[in-house]
């Protein structure tokens, strides 16, 4: 018995997200498919990240256990030539057997993609999402500086989330633009339950003026869901990928 380790990326459209769910299609049963029809074994990834639905992935890590004598670096190849269009993995590589893509320190990059002009593009429409208000840029720069550090981040966390400890670090909170593309890039130890789609309905906010960027200290003092922004459109949303520490 061998552990493989995969990293995945994913136009998440079409799915119900990561997790396996009883009623919808998800990443992580097409992959449990795609991986019974190339090894004949009933196989269960675990994933690093639980995108949710709509979310996207450039690089999501996944781990499982098989008997399979084909080479670790050769399964990627094979297993694309039975997965959809939009789900394709990167890379396959053998890890130890009790190595855990959930249970290792590391650092987790997303970035929030915002379409900012008069009119929206067809062809963008799956991965950004529209704001045809002009956004001031150094708002929401100075306000995604807030953020950085550690602290606890219970008021962009969504309410009931079964989770007792809310306090992350965030190594980089940053926001650039190209052409008409604005990017909250956002690298954190971890993320609670639509931690960053939060994050960016609240710099929005900043960019349009209903907050000012001060203001940010107040609403993590608060530690109250109310206290900060909308949560942002999942489409918008893609996971870049993990570093492991």
């Known amino acids: 018995m061998k552990r493989i380790k995969l990293i995945v990326a994913y136009d998440g459209t079409n799915y119900c997200g990561w997790q396996l769910q009883p009623n919808g299609v998800t990443i992580e049963g097409v992959l449990n498919e795609a991986l019974f029809r190339l090894l004949g074994e009933n196989i269960r990834v675990i994933g690093a990240s639980r995108t949710d639905s709509g ?3 450039l690089g999501n890590v996944a781990v499982f256990d098989t008997e399979t004598r084909i080479p670790p670096d050769k399964i990627s190849y094979a ?5 959809p269009e939009d789900i394709v993995v990167q890379e396959s590589s053998e890890v130890s057997p009790d190595w855990h893509p959930r249970h290792c320190d590391s650092k987790k990059t997303y970035e929030y993609r915002i379409l900012n002009r008069m009119f929206p593009l067809p062809t963008r429409r799956l991965d950004t999402y529209f704001v045809y208000r002009k956004l001031d840029l150094m708002k929401m720069r ?18 009931n989330t079964p989770v007792e400890d809310t306090v992350r670090t965030i190594y980089e909170c940053s926001v650039e633009r190209s052409g008409d593309i604005i990017t909250i890039r956002v690298t954190g130890s971890g993320f609670l339950y639509n931690m960053v789609r939060i994050i960016a309905g609240t710099l929005l906010q900043a960019g349009t003026g209903i907050l000012e960027p001060e203001e940010m200290s107040l609403i993590l003092a608060a530690r109250d869901r109310t206290a900060a922004g909308p949560t942002a459109p999942a489409h918008g949303l893609t996971m870049i990928g993990i570093e492991y520490l």
Do not use: I
């Open 55 to 57: 979310v996207h992935s």
């Open 142 to 159: 100075q306000a995604a500086g807030y953020l950085e550090g550690t602290h606890d981040f219970k008021s962009f966390c969504s309410v």
């Open 79 to 83: 297993l694309n030539q039975r997965l």
